[in-house]
């Protein structure tokens, strides 16, 4: 019975660990403001505060586009008339070092921080 007192004890503090460690990157990161940035073909297109409701229309080559939506904080593809359809089906980004690519427009976006950060990566 004191075995699993003290496992049940350790199991606790080894959970409690494990979520301040994933609770410190989430919140230092959802301070700075962030803009996303859209690069097509390896050049930059534009770069737009996520703060700002706007939808944009990213066309490629003659008749092809994409059209990103940014709502309440978060970036998505609306609408894209890609053969695959994977950047509209992927799920809104919101976070800096997030990002949605559609390969076949050659079309990157990202969102990245305004300021400079101490931190060289963070994973999740």
């Not at 229309?57 to 359809?85: F, K, M, R, T």
């Amino acid at each position: 019975m004191k075995n699993l007192k003290k496992d049940v004890i350790l199991l606790g503090g080894i959970l409690f660990a494990a979520f301040v460690i994933w609770l410190i990157p989430v919140l230092l990161h959802r301070d700075a403001p962030a803009v996303v940035r859209i690069i097509q073909d390896g050049q930059e297109i534009g770069t737009y505060s996520v703060l700002e409701e706007q939808t944009i229309a990213i066309p490629y080559e003659e008749e092809s586009y994409n059209l990103l939506l940014i709502s309440g904080g978060q970036v998505s593809v609306s609408d894209a008339d890609c053969p695959d359809g994977l950047c509209i089906r992927h799920r809104a980004i919101e976070r800096s070092g997030e990002s949605i690519i559609c390969l076949p427009h050659k079309l990157v976006i990202q969102i990245e921080s305004k300021e400079e950060s101490d931190l060289d990566a963070v994973t999740y």
